[in-house]
C-alpha cells in the first residue's frame, strides 16, 4: 500500500509515492541575528529572518508488487527532478508544503532494500525564480489609492509633534 506522502509536480502532472515512508522531518527555523549582522535591512524583523523551509523523508521504494524496475526508474526521475530544479509540492499528513526543490538525495540498495532502495529526500523552499527563500516577512509597496494632500505644520505645530515623539531642537 503506498504512503499517504506525495510528491507533486505540477509542471509535469505527475504526482509520486512511495512502497514505504519511514520518517518525515519537517525543519522551520529562524536565523537570529548577531551583533556582527547589520543592524537594518528588511530581511530582518524583531531580530530574526525566516530560513527556507526543509522537509526531510526517508522513504523505501521496491519492485515487490510493482512492474520490474520501477524503482530504478524512481530514482531516476528524482535524480532529473533535482538536475533540472523543478519545484514540486510536497504533501504530508502534517502539512503541504508548494514551491520546494529536492535539493538532496541519498540512497542505498542492500539486503533490507528488497529490490529497491533506501534512502532521503531532503526538500527545501523555493521563491518562485528557484531562489532558495530566506525570507517572507519583507514588506511590499501596495498602492491603497491616492494619498491624503499634504499638511503644512508651523514651526510651533512642529516643535510639539517632535516633542511628543521625544525629540527635542535645539
Same mark, same amino acid.
Given at each position: 500500500m503506498p504512503s499517504s506522502v506525495k510528491i507533486l509536480v505540477p509542471s509535469y502532472g505527475f504526482t509520486y509515492t512511495f512502497c514505504g515512508v519511514l520518517s518525515v522531518?519537517? /525543519?522551520l527555523s529562524l536565523k537570529i541575528r548577531t551583533d556582527q549582522e547589520s543592524a537594518y535591512g528588511t530581511d530582518y524583523v524583531n531580530g530574526a529572518r525566516n530560513q527556507p523551509d526543509r522537509v526531510i523523508l526517508t522513504v523505501i521504494e521496491s519492485d515487490v508488487g510493482h512492474p520490474a524496475g520501477r524503482a530504478d526508474r524512481m530514482l531516476q526521475a528524482l535524480e532529473n527532478l533535482k538536475r533540472t530544479r523543478t519545484l514540486c509540492t510536497v504533501v504530508t499528513s502534517a502539512r503541504t508544503y508548494a514551491g520546494m526543490l529536492l535539493s538532496e538525495i541519498s540512497a542505498a540498495a542492500d539486503e533490507t532494500s528488497c529490490s529497491g532502495? @533506501? !534512502?532521503t529526500l531532503a526538500f527545501t523552499q523555493a521563491e518562485?525564480? !528557484?531562489d532558495a527563500k530566506t525570507n517572507d516577512n519583507a514588506s511590499a509597496a501596495v498602492n491603497t489609492g491616492p494619498a491624503a494632500p499634504a499638511r503644512t505644520l508651523s /514651526?510651533? @505645530?512642529?516643535? @510639539?509633534?517632535?516633542l511628543r515623539a521625544g525629540i527635542e531642537l535645539v
Open positions: 522531518k519537517h /525543519e532502495w @533506501q !534512502g518562485a525564480s !528557484g /514651526e510651533t @505645530q512642529l516643535r @510639539q509633534l517632535l
